[in-house]
């Protein structure tokens, strides 16, 4: 539904008390896909966790993409390439050089990206139970279709700001993707934050999750802030997180 900004607003569209919604919807490919949002049972523990590393993994390409635009790479592999071909006079050494610093960067960053990965597989989906399920304040949903896990959202309160949640741990698997059930996902965090009466659902992306970013603002979360990571290779390879948030509708 459009509220008066002309932003789309999700806030109404429900997750019954059941905590379980049905949809039916074609993907972009035509086909018709049955899935339901239902909250998370033990037995999801191995798919949710597979699916959210999967998720995560496939940003590998495009991170490479952005350190490689960062000046300070350009000026180290321009600077390389020249000193090599002026000391060696030849263009297979300079390029043989630039290829080895470039499969370097590549696997470096694959690994810096396992570690974080590894890290929060470590850490809120460790015990998914526990975080998530054990108090009123927070849940974790999936989507179900044809008898499997295909899409994962989670909720917590935010450390930052009382009253308002934080939205973590979205993802859908790639051959369910394009049929609504992250904006299925999305409504349902957005409806349990109206139900426990929290002001705003707030959540972070890092600039290269493009998808994601469209899909939050076409829900109608705005972004509100950019930060660097406050990390040495935050810093060095300009990794920025944009924050997102959606303010809830009050119930009257
Ligand atoms: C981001 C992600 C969750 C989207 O899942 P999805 O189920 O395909 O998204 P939806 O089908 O609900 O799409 C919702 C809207 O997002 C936008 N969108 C999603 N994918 C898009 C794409 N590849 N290109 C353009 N727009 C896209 C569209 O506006 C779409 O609305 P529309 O279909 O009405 O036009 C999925 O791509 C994913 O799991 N990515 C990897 C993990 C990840 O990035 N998680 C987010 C962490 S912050």
Redesign the pocket.
């Known amino acids: 539904m459009n509220n008066g900004s002309g932003r789309r607003h999700a806030g109404a569209l429900g997750v019954p008390g059941s905590g379980v919604a049905e949809r039916r919807r074609a993907g972009r490919a035509g086909a018709m896909v049955d899935y339901r949002i239902r909250e998370y049972r033990d037995e999801d523990y191995e798919a949710v966790r597979e699916m959210f590393a999967t998720?995560?993994s496939?940003y590998v390409p495009a991170l490479c993409v952005h350190v490689l635009k960062q000046p300070w790479v350009i000026l180290v592999l321009a600077c390389t390439f020249c000193v090599l071909l002026t000391s060696s006079k030849s263009l297979l050494l300079p390029i043989l050089a630039v290829t080895l610093l470039l499969a370097m960067g590549r696997q470096l960053l694959g690994y810096f990206w396992t570690m974080y990965i590894e890290h929060c597989l470590k850490e809120d989906l460790l015990d998914i139970r526990t975080t998530y399920m054990g108090s009123k304040g927070s849940c974790f949903w999936v989507a179900e279709a044809d008898e499997c896990v295909v899409?994962t959202v989670a909720a917590r309160p935010s450390d930052h700001q009382k009253g308002e949640l934080m939205l973590k741990r979205?993802?859908?698997r790639k051959d369910?993707?394009?049929?609504?059930?992250?904006?299925?996902l999305c409504q349902a965090v957005i409806c349990f934050a109206q139900q426990r009466g929290c002001s705003a659902v707030v959540?972070?992306?890092l600039m290269v999750?493009d998808?994601?970013r469209?899909?939050y603002e076409?829900v109608g979360f705005e972004k509100y802030r950019d930060d660097v990571l406050p990390t040495v290779y935050g810093r060095l390879a300009n990794v920025t997180i944009s924050k997102y948030r959606y303010g809830v509708p009050q119930r009257s």
């Open positions: 998720g995560m496939e899409g979205m993802s859908v369910y993707r394009g049929l609504g059930i992250a904006k299925a959540l972070n992306t999750q998808e994601a469209l899909m076409r």
